[in-house]
């Protein structure tokens, strides 16, 4: 039986990748099309 506490665990671990990435995804493509911009 899963606790309330395995569960933010859980959670806690899915949503600090995804915010990441959800941060570093637009850097990234700005990025990307400065590159592209300058090549």
Do not use: I, R, W, Y
């Amino acid at each position: 039986m899963t606790t309330f506490k395995d569960l933010a665990f859980l959670a806690s671990g899915f949503l600090v990748p995804a915010g990441a990435l959800a941060t570093l995804h637009p850097l990234l493509s700005l990025l990307a099309s400065a590159a592209e911009h300058f090549s």
